[in-house]
């Protein structure tokens, strides 16, 4: 069974950093593409980061490039997601996700609030 559990979110002020976790379970990681997706309150599902299973190379959505940093450790089947300069508008659900988030047979954790206020 596929688990992919999230953690690390919380209470940040404007301008702070927070690092979330995702532990993974249940399937050939390192075989995996990875992703970050988020959804903002009142809003849809936004995919935020990739990193490919291959040569490691990385992607981001406009919002969030040279700020966010995602990486991945396969010998700990571990993603992760580095946040620096954090705004307002990045507070959100995130959730990791197998592939890109959106495929048919992708998978998507539970989880986890990151509220970004003074």
């Known amino acids: 069974e596929v688990q992919l559990v999230e953690s690390g979110g919380g209470l940040v002020q404007p301008g702070g950093s927070l690092r979330l976790s995702c532990a993974a379970s249940?399937?050939?990681?390192?075989?995996?593409?990875m992703s970050w997706l988020r959804q903002a309150p009142g809003k849809g599902p936004e995919w935020v980061s990739v990193?490919?299973?291959?040569?490691?190379?990385?992607y981001y959505a406009g919002s969030v490039e040279g700020r966010f940093t995602i990486s991945r450790d396969n010998a700990k089947n571990m993603l992760y997601l580095q946040m620096d300069s954090l705004k307002p508008e990045d507070t959100a659900v995130y959730f990791c996700?197998?592939?890109?988030?959106w495929g048919k047979g992708d998978y998507w954790g539970q989880g986890t609030q990151v509220t970004v206020s003074s």
């Open positions: 996700a197998t592939g890109t988030g």
């Open positions: 990193i490919n299973s291959g040569d490691g190379s990385t």
């Open positions: 249940g399937f050939t990681f390192g075989n995996s593409d």
